[in-house]
């Protein structure tokens, strides 16, 4: 399928010429795979926002609550499946036409992976994955934890999604890794996110001040619409296949 979008003859160029890349990716990316978004009514839940939920105050006054949520979260990842543009993005990552080919991504699900990316920076962790809230080393699949009783065998914390939750910090290795990735770049597409938390908000910064091309990909304006040289109002899952096909060409067989 040819996505029915035509993309600016410069930008075109641009892609032609890119060797590094750097694609940036939030809930909007997830959002045609069934995973809501956190900003916009479908992201609340018993009527909280995540804001209330994703804390690390939130979890030690009612760990249970928060468990729950997490548990409903990810009953909708594992039924959610990859799209066109997660596709497209891994299928850009085997071609090896690019030098580099770097996904830095705000999301928990998984789903990256799941569609064949190798190369992925998970800025706020992974809502399959729990680790002990004391650092003990104890890690399990959150699918297996019970939110009525999540204390870590070790008898000193608990167990908790292993996710970055407000008030957090970033693994800085993670951070730093990505921030180097873009420092390094030639092209960064940023796609689905409201560029509004940071510190991740503030990775598209760096690449405009390198005055490298970047792309936004998002149905609505975001605060970074008016500062990047190219914001196509699209979907994740229009707008990255044709982003892919500008550096690919267009797809010739079913893959
Ligand atoms: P938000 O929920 O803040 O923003 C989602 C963005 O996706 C919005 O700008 C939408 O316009 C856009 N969008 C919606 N549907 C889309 C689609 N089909 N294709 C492309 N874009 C679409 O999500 P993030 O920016 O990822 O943090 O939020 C950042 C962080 O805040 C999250 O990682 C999470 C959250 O609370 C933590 O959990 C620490
Ligand atoms: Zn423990």
């Known amino acids: 399928m040819t996505p029915d979008l035509a993309l600016p003859s410069s930008l075109l160029e641009a892609l032609g010429r890119t060797r590094r ?67 497209a993005l891994a299928r850009l990552e085997a071609s090896n036409r690019l030098r580099a080919c770097t996904l830095v991504t705000q999301n928990v699900d998984g789903l990256h992976q799941r569609a064949g990316s190798r190369l992925v920076l998970e800025l706020h962790g992974n809502i399959t994955r729990s680790r002990c809230t004391s650092g003990c080393g104890v890690a399990r699949p959150a699918e297996t ?11 000193s914390g608990m167990l908790r999604p292993d996710v970055v939750w407000f008030g957090e910090s970033l693994d800085p290795g993670v951070l730093g890794q990505a921030s180097l990735r ?8 940023v796609v689905g996110t409201s560029a ?6 503030g990775l598209p910064g760096i690449a405009l ?47």
């Open 21 to 87: 890349l750097v694609v940036l990716t939030g809930a909007g990316t997830s959002a045609e795979s069934g995973v809501p978004v956190f900003r916009g009514g479908g992201g609340l839940w018993e009527g909280f926002r995540p804001e209330d939920l994703a804390t690390p105050e939130a979890f030690a006054r009612d760990p249970v609550r928060v468990w729950r949520w997490y548990r409903w979260r990810l009953e909708r990842v594992q039924a959610a499946e990859p799209h066109a543009g997660h596709r």
């Open 145 to 155: 934890v019970d939110p009525e009783r999540a204390e870590c065998p070790c008898g």
């Open 182 to 189: 873009i420092e390094e770049a030639d092209m960064v597409w």
């Open 196 to 201: 509004l938390v940071h510190p991740a908000a």
């Open 209 to 255: 001040q390198r005055g490298i091309p970047v792309v936004e990909v998002n149905p609505e304006r975001t605060p970074l619409s008016g500062a990047v040289p190219y914001s196509l109002r699209r979907t994740a899952a229009e707008g990255v296949p044709a982003l892919v096909e500008g550096i690919l060409g267009p797809r010739t067989n079913s893959f």
